[in-house]
């Protein structure tokens, strides 16, 4: 017998956002957390998003169990028609028992509130409802989540908010702020993240990894100056694979 496969939820105009969201992340709690220790389907986090937007709509044919990471990718793909919802990746790096862990969520920010979607082993590390006013205390309630299973946060890597255009050739901006919390005090970490929240919120913040310049041609050539700026000493530590 074929098991059943969950509908993919459709946006109605009577839901509220939250609601919309709880749709998503219920349909991908239906999916289940894929405990097999095989991943189902490739991620490279560097294509285009018109690529991982194409494996998004694979997940939602073969209904598989997932992980956090295509749990994002799955997210991205179901809110995109929803301009007033504006998403993007949080990561987090935990040690545990000698051992160092990965994790990933997909960020909300809506009407002036934050939330997440994603899929974890924990209840508590993956979706958080609408309802933070900061984005700090979005990034410490994920902290104090993750005391509970006495995991400390060395690392918290916020991106950028991910185009709601399907097709584009951009890929997605995973750390554009990287911050090593178990070396600062939760003033300062509150005063970055708020910082950047605030220019992610005026949109001028620019991709920090120049991947292609195709992407930017239709917008001619004033970007490029800008671009340079965006550190380059961020690149050497793409080895830590979150």
């Given at each position: 017998v074929?098991?059943?496969v969950?509908?993919?939820p459709?946006?109605?105009?009577?839901?509220s956002?939250?609601?919309?969201?709880?749709?998503?992340q219920?349909?991908?709690?239906?999916?289940q957390?894929?405990?097999?220790?095989?991943?189902f389907f490739?991620i490279?986090k560097?294509?285009?998003?018109?690529?991982?937007?194409?494996?998004?709509?694979?997940?939602?044919?073969?209904?598989?169990?997932?992980?956090?990471?295509?749990?994002?990718?799955?997210?991205?793909?179901?809110?995109?028609?929803q301009?007033s919802?504006?998403r993007f990746?949080?990561?987090?790096k935990?040690?545990?028992?000698?051992?160092?862990?990965h994790?990933?969520?997909l960020?909300?920010?809506?009407?002036?509130?934050?939330?997440s979607?994603?899929?974890?082993?924990?209840?508590?590390?993956?979706?958080?409802p609408?309802?933070?006013?900061?984005?700090?205390?979005l990034?410490f309630?994920?902290?104090?989540?993750?005391?509970?299973?006495?995991?400390?946060?060395?690392?918290?890597?916020?991106?950028?908010?991910?185009?709601?255009?399907?097709?584009?050739?951009?890929?997605?901006?995973?750390k554009?702020?990287v911050?090593?919390?178990?070396?600062m005090?939760?003033?300062?970490v509150r005063?970055?993240l708020?910082?950047?929240?605030?220019d992610?919120r005026?949109?001028?913040?620019?991709?920090?990894?120049?991947?292609?310049?195709?992407?930017?041609?239709s917008?001619?050539?004033?970007?490029?100056?800008r671009?340079?700026?965006a550190?380059?000493q961020?690149r050497?530590?793409?080895?830590?694979?979150?």
């Open positions: 074929q098991p059943s969950p509908p993919v459709n946006y109605k105009l009577c839901m956002i939250p609601e919309w969201l709880q749709a998503i219920t349909y991908m709690k239906m999916l957390y894929n405990h097999t220790g095989t991943q490739e490279r560097t294509r285009p998003l018109s690529g991982l937007m194409e494996t998004a709509r694979e997940m939602t044919r073969e209904s598989l169990p997932i992980k956090c990471l295509e749990a994002v990718i799955l997210g991205i793909y179901l809110t995109n028609g301009p919802v504006e990746p949080i990561s987090f935990t040690h545990f028992s000698g051992n160092y862990f994790h990933v969520v960020g909300i920010y809506c009407n002036g509130r934050y939330g979607l994603g899929m974890s082993r924990r209840s508590d590390l993956m979706d958080k609408l309802t933070y006013r900061t984005l700090s205390d990034i309630e994920f902290e104090d989540s993750y005391k509970k299973y006495l995991h400390s946060v060395k690392k918290v890597k916020i991106g950028l908010y991910v185009p709601h255009e399907p097709h584009s050739f951009q890929p997605i901006e995973w554009q702020l911050l090593n919390v178990s070396k005090m939760r003033t300062d005063k970055e708020e910082k950047f929240a605030r992610m005026m949109k001028i913040l620019k991709p920090s990894s120049a991947h292609s310049p195709v992407k930017e041609r917008r001619g050539k004033s970007l490029s100056p671009r340079r700026q550190s380059p961020r050497p530590c793409r080895r830590d694979k979150s």
